[in-house]
């Protein structure tokens, strides 16, 4: 007995129909640009070029309030377009009369950053100016290890509105693997508070962006190392916590940031050098060797923050952490953190951001 015919099924009719009409694209829409010049198909900008408008350094250091030997190092590029200064004071001084004294300061000081006793707990009896100064006052402490006293302390700063730049002293980046990053991430998370806990102020982390001690591996192996995943996984995580930022500050790499211009003798002549389809000198090729390699290794580090807390909770600063043995001088890092967000293709909006506007929001707030 034969199998009984079977009706086509929907689709067999259809497809015996012929080949069904798509829309078809101009030619134009696969062709290339005639000219990398045009206006529908611009270059990017050279990373020379990308400026920000005007800048705010949130993070000056100095002993005394002194801000002589910052604006030597500025220079013109840095010192030119400075719109005011974050003044991180080291060491514990009279609030009043630093106050007093930096009003006259030629340089315009955005806000005051001081030593505050947050490791002992809330303060029984804080000081009037921090919410009268006509300077913006924010509270530093340094950060070795946890204890639920300086728990309790930074909860309080917060309650209150104020800013706490936290310095971090633990090494993050040792073969300790995760622990050191889970206990400040512990550590920060309950200091913030979950959201609706009545923290106002914020909380800026200083000494993670770049990372220190890890300019000894070579950058081939750097990628698929344990601490940068480590580095990349908890950074991933901090960025999670309400109300905190992170500095990006000249690391502590044990050698002193490259200087621009680099050194005589250091670069490429123009005739080796590769040019750009505009007719000039390949900006990375004006670089020292040295300079090229802090760069490929701060973007490194710059693309999974900017990634997790994205372009509106990164601050630039130009002085090392208080923990940074290095040495840096401003105006060698600034030119080094301006060049490493162009080549990563961040544009004037994100980098306006960074070098100003997110200090204005979190400082003058």
Same mark, same amino acid.
Request: no cysteine; glycine share 8%; proline share 12%.
């Given at each position: 007995?034969?199998?009984?015919?079977?009706?086509?099924?929907?689709?067999?009719?259809?497809?015996?129909?012929?080949?069904?009409?798509?829309?078809?694209?101009?030619?134009?829409?696969?062709?290339?640009?005639?000219?990398?010049?045009?206006?529908?198909?611009?270059?990017?900008?050279?990373?020379?070029?990308?400026?920000?408008?005007?800048?705010?350094?949130?993070?000056?250091?100095?002993? !005394?309030? @002194? &801000?002589? +030997?910052?604006? #030597?190092?500025?220079? /013109?590029?840095?010192?030119?377009?400075?719109?005011? =200064? $974050?003044?991180?004071?080291?060491? !514990?001084? @009279? &609030?009043? +009369?630093?106050? #007093?004294?930096?009003? /006259?300061?030629?340089?315009?000081?955005?806000?005051? =950053? $001081?030593?505050?006793?947050?490791?002992?707990?809330?303060?029984?009896?804080?000081?009037?100016?921090?919410?009268?100064?006509?300077?913006?006052?924010?509270?530093?402490?340094?950060?070795?290890?946890?204890?639920?006293?300086?728990?309790?302390?930074?909860?309080?700063?917060?309650?209150?509105?104020?800013?706490?730049?936290?310095?971090?002293?633990?090494?993050?980046?040792?073969?300790?693997?995760?622990?050191?990053?889970?206990?400040?991430?512990?550590?920060?998370?309950?200091?913030?508070?979950?959201?609706?806990?009545?923290?106002?102020?914020?909380?800026?982390?200083?000494?993670?962006?770049?990372?220190?001690?890890?300019?000894?591996?070579?950058?081939?192996?750097?990628?698929?190392?344990?601490?940068?995943?480590?580095?990349?996984?908890?950074?991933?995580?901090?960025?999670?916590?309400?109300?905190?930022?992170?500095?990006?500050?000249?690391?502590?790499?044990?050698?002193?940031?490259?200087?621009?211009?680099?050194?005589?003798?250091?670069?490429?002549?123009?005739?080796?050098?590769?040019?750009?389809?505009?007719?000039?000198?390949?900006?990375?090729?004006?670089?020292?060797?040295?300079?090229?390699?802090?760069?490929?290794?701060?973007?490194?580090?710059?693309?999974?923050?900017?990634?997790?807390?994205?372009?509106?909770?990164?601050?630039?600063?130009?002085?090392?952490?208080?923990?940074?043995?290095?040495?840096?001088?401003?105006?060698?890092?600034?030119?080094?953190?301006?060049?490493?967000?162009?080549?990563?293709?961040?544009?004037?909006?994100?980098?306006?951001?960074?070098?100003?506007?997110?200090?204005?929001?979190?400082?003058?707030?």
């Amino acid at each position: 007995m034969s199998a009984p015919d079977l009706p086509p099924s929907p689709g067999v009719g259809a497809r015996r129909k012929g080949p069904r009409t798509l829309p078809r694209l101009p030619l134009s829409a696969f062709s290339p640009p005639n000219s990398g010049t045009s206006d529908r198909f611009p270059l990017p900008a050279s990373p020379s070029t990308v400026h920000p408008e005007s800048i705010i350094d949130a993070h000056v250091v100095s002993s !005394e309030g @002194n &801000l002589d +030997q910052w604006t #030597a190092e500025a220079g /013109k590029e840095l010192g030119g377009r400075i719109d005011g =200064v $974050v003044l991180v004071i080291k060491n !514990e001084t @009279n &609030l009043e +009369q630093a106050v #007093a004294s930096l009003s /006259k300061s030629n340089v315009p000081i955005t806000s005051l =950053v $001081v030593p505050y006793p947050l490791q002992s707990g809330v303060p029984t009896n804080p000081s009037s100016l921090l919410k009268s100064s006509p300077i913006p006052i924010a509270l530093s402490s340094l950060f070795k290890g946890p204890s639920p006293s300086h728990q309790e302390g930074i909860k309080w700063a917060l309650s209150q509105g104020h800013v706490v730049h936290l310095d971090v002293g633990l090494d993050l980046h040792s073969n300790a693997g995760d622990e050191p990053w889970e206990v400040l991430e512990e550590f920060v998370g309950n200091s913030v508070g979950a959201p609706g806990s009545g923290a106002k102020g914020a909380i800026v982390l200083s000494n993670i962006l770049p990372p220190s001690h890890t300019y000894n591996i070579p950058i081939v192996k750097l990628l698929n190392h344990p601490t940068y995943l480590a580095y990349q996984a908890h950074l991933a995580s901090l960025s999670l916590i309400p109300l905190t930022y992170i500095d990006f500050l000249p690391p502590d790499w044990d050698t002193p940031t490259p200087p621009t211009p680099p050194p005589h003798g250091s670069i490429l002549s123009p005739a080796m050098s590769p040019m750009t389809p505009g007719g000039t000198v390949d900006d990375k090729f004006q670089d020292s060797k040295e300079k090229r390699e802090w760069k490929r290794r701060i973007k490194m580090y710059l693309g999974p923050a900017v990634e997790a807390f994205g372009l509106e909770r990164i601050i630039f600063g130009s002085s090392p952490s208080t923990f940074s043995k290095s040495k840096s001088r401003a105006g060698d890092w600034y030119e080094l953190a301006r060049e490493s967000l162009a080549e990563l293709g961040i544009e004037q909006e994100g980098i306006d951001a960074v070098f100003r506007n997110n200090a204005i929001k979190v400082y003058s707030s």
